[in-house]
């Protein structure tokens, strides 16, 4: 291996960790995240999106270096919109996880027929998270963005399939990391949150999946217009 093809997996190595900050990237993630304040656990989140990200962007620089196939400009846009959608739908179903995360009383029986109730609280938890929910939009997000930029251009570029697959698989592990890290530091800071007060952990919640839904929206209308 000569020190072009080094510097090019490099570049892709780097390139990956760059694409993984995008914004509809971060706002996808965070909505899993805020589930699940704990770092170990929120660094999974963004592990099973980069593998979910990665599975799209393999399938299709496949395409374009076994069968030589060039992607219809009007693809992008509809990748696009389908991000849009998914920010949208996580940003609806974060709030509405979030609006239930209430105290509230359930009636009870018991066996010599007395009632009675009790309150308690839906907290943020895993039964929350379907398990493939974070790799399903990473499969979403791998379809549109920076990726075609990023990988699926300069693989056009490498004469050699096996380099080309490496560089795929360096974007995507720098994609991986640079996620995983996201998951682990927003989910200390999550956890931080919980541990002072409810209160600024739903105000935050309310923030970022408020902002999540507005930026699914401006995603939208760009590409419908």
Same mark, same amino acid.
């Given at each position: 291996?000569?020190?072009?093809?080094?510097?090019?997996?490099?570049?892709?190595?780097?390139? !990956?960790?760059?694409?993984?900050?995008?914004?509809?990237?971060?706002?996808?993630?965070?909505?899993?995240?805020?589930?699940?304040?704990?770092?170990?656990?929120?660094?999974?989140? !963004? /592990?099973?999106?980069?593998?979910?990200?990665?599975?799209?962007?393999?399938?299709?620089? #496949?395409?374009?270096? $076994?069968?030589? $196939?060039?992607?219809?400009? %009007? /693809?992008?846009?509809?990748?696009?919109? +389908?991000?849009?959608?998914?920010?949208? =739908?996580?940003?609806?179903?974060?709030?509405?996880?979030?609006?239930?995360?209430?105290?509230? =009383?359930?009636?009870?029986?018991?066996?010599?027929? +007395?009632?009675?109730?009790? %309150?308690?609280?839906?907290?943020?938890?895993?039964?929350?998270?379907?398990? /493939?929910?974070?790799?399903?939009?990473?499969?979403?997000?791998? =379809? #549109? !963005?920076?990726?075609?930029?990023?990988?699926?251009?300069?693989?056009?570029?490498?004469?050699?399939?096996?380099? =080309?697959?490496?560089?795929?698989?360096?974007?995507?592990?720098?994609?991986?990391? +640079?996620?995983?890290?996201?998951?682990?530091?927003?989910?200390? /800071?999550?956890?931080?949150?919980?541990?002072?007060?409810?209160?600024?952990?739903?105000?935050?919640?309310? %923030?970022?999946?408020? #902002?999540?839904?507005?930026?699914?929206?401006?995603?939208?209308?760009?590409?419908? #217009?």
């Amino acid at each position: 291996m000569n020190y072009q093809q080094i510097l090019l997996l490099a570049t892709g190595l780097v390139l !990956g960790m760059r694409h993984a900050f995008d914004r509809d990237h971060v706002a996808a993630v965070t909505h899993f995240i805020s589930l699940e304040p704990d770092p170990i656990k929120s660094a999974w989140f !963004g /592990f099973r999106w980069a593998i979910g990200h990665a599975v799209t962007v393999l399938a299709l620089g #496949s395409l374009i270096l $076994l069968l030589r $196939l060039k992607l219809d400009p %009007a /693809f992008e846009r509809y990748a696009e919109l +389908a991000v849009g959608v998914t920010l949208v =739908a996580l940003g609806l179903w974060r709030l509405t996880l979030l609006a239930q995360e209430r105290r509230h =009383a359930h009636q009870h029986e018991h066996r010599r027929g +007395a009632h009675h109730s009790h %309150a308690h609280s839906h907290e943020p938890g895993r039964e929350h998270v379907h398990r /493939f929910a974070p790799t399903l939009v990473g499969i979403v997000h791998g =379809a #549109s !963005g920076t990726a075609e930029v990023f990988v699926l251009l300069p693989i056009t570029l490498i004469s050699t399939t096996w380099l =080309a697959y490496l560089y795929i698989g360096l974007f995507s592990m720098g994609c991986a990391l +640079a996620m995983s890290a996201y998951g682990y530091v927003v989910g200390r /800071f999550y956890r931080r949150a919980t541990a002072t007060g409810q209160r600024i952990y739903r105000a935050l919640v309310i %923030a970022t999946s408020g #902002s999540g839904l507005v930026l699914g929206l401006m995603w939208i209308a760009r590409n419908l #217009s």
